[in-house]
């Protein structure tokens, strides 16, 4: 169907540092990464016609720009690891003050 696949770095001073199907998991990254003071965009190739979660049809993609890489991917990884520092206070606090 594709003869290309889609290339996800196409973009002048922008990188894809994230890659899904699902749009509500893209725009979570993209919530979150915007919380955490990054620029970012929300890039989706789904096509409207096909109603398909997989292959080159319904990729999304999440960039920053360059010169933000290194902070994304590592609130990326503090995020899935579950230790994001939370405004230098490490741990959320889930006690009732």
């Known amino acids: 169907m594709l003869k290309n696949k889609i290339n996800p770095d196409d973009f002048d001073d922008w990188?894809?540092?994230?890659?899904?199907?699902i749009e509500s998991e893209a725009n979570l990254v993209h919530g979150f990464l915007q919380d955490q003071g990054l620029t970012c965009q929300v890039l989706?190739?789904?096509?409207?016609a096909y109603t398909v979660n997989f292959g080159d049809l319904s990729v999304i993609f999440v960039y920053v720009p360059e010169r933000d890489v290194k902070k994304a991917e590592?609130?990326?990884?503090?995020w899935k690891d579950g230790t994001i520092d939370y405004e230098g206070k490490g741990e959320p606090d889930d006690?009732?003050?």
Not at 44 to 48: A, E
Not at 74 to 78: P, V
């Open 15 to 21: 990188k894809c540092i994230y890659e899904t199907s």
């Open 44 to 48: 989706s190739k789904k096509d409207s």
């Open 74 to 78: 590592k609130a990326l990884k503090e």
């Open 95 to 97: 006690s009732d003050d």
